[in-house]
């Protein structure tokens, strides 16, 4: 960090992005700045965990900062993978970030997760559905197939949008969508999972953008525990027991066929 003189304020300019451990640290700088260092240091870890385990279902990162260690959470699908033998890739992983974000010896340690529903994850059917296209599969097959995978796993709905040169020379965009999708207003931020990712293929870049909408689940384990504030729920009628009811007062009366009035006991 270098310091900047003032007037009577003395500020530090961040040379490189500093690790969230050291700026706790850094009392003297600025909340602006520490938001901004936050937010550079999360991207550029989340883009490179993205390059490196992609192939591995890489689905996102978390960041935790305790008083001892920083902790980062790498969900991913395939852990195994990403743990490597003896857990040496992890290891591995690990010194690069202590050594990129400069922090102390030991205070950094790297955790994977494992995704309990990949069919849920835009991440993971972004990485899978890119895979499949480099391998030279058919763009409607491809979208198809990750459509149907989705669907069949409890998605409410999907939408897949593909556009770059797909065949001719000419670029175009072509849209895959099934099922229920909400587009705006706070559950979408719960019931949404979206991602973006690019596709480096021989006659250009391919842009492939997947959003799942995710089922509600009280538990919280496979969609957001959150219900939709529009969801109607019929509850089934109670059984009404009739009441007790004498007989009515007219069959107490009995009536000649005559018309005459029945004899006084």
């Not at 009811?245 to 069959?251: I, L």
């Amino acid at each position: 960090a270098l310091p900047i003189s003032s007037g009577n304020t003395t500020v530090f300019a961040l040379s490189a992005p500093l690790c969230l451990s050291n700026m706790a640290q850094q009392a003297q700088i600025s909340k602006k700045r520490k938001f901004v260092a936050d937010g550079v240091f999360n991207a550029e870890l989340n883009e490179f965990l993205g390059r490196t385990l992609g192939e591995d279902g890489y689905a996102g990162v978390e960041v935790r900062v305790t008083p001892i260690r920083t902790e980062i959470i790498i969900r991913a699908t395939r852990t195994r993978e990403v743990l490597g033998e003896k857990g040496r890739r992890i290891r591995e992983l690990t010194a690069l970030v202590q050594k990129r974000f400069g922090f102390p010896e030991n205070s950094v340690e790297l955790f994977a997760e494992r995704v309990e529903n990949r069919a849920s994850c835009a991440m993971a059917q972004c990485e899978s559905l890119r895979y499949k296209l480099l391998g030279g599969l058919a763009v409607r097959r491809a979208c198809y197939g990750v459509l149907r995978f989705i669907m069949e796993n409890g998605a409410t709905g999907v939408e897949v949008i593909i556009s770059g040169k797909l065949r001719a020379q000419r670029a175009k965009a072509m849209k895959f969508k099934q099922g229920y999708l909400i587009s705006t207003g706070e559950p979408k931020k719960h019931y949404i999972s979206e991602a973006v990712r690019h596709v480096l293929m021989r006659q250009g870049v391919l842009g492939i953008k997947v959003k799942i909408m995710m089922s509600h689940d009280p538990e919280g384990k496979m969609g957001p525990k959150m219900q939709m504030p529009d969801k109607i729920t019929v509850h089934e009628p109670k059984e009404e027991v009739p009441p007790m009811m004498g007989p009515p007062e007219d069959a107490q009366q009995e009536y000649s066929y005559g018309g005459e009035e029945p004899a006084a006991a």
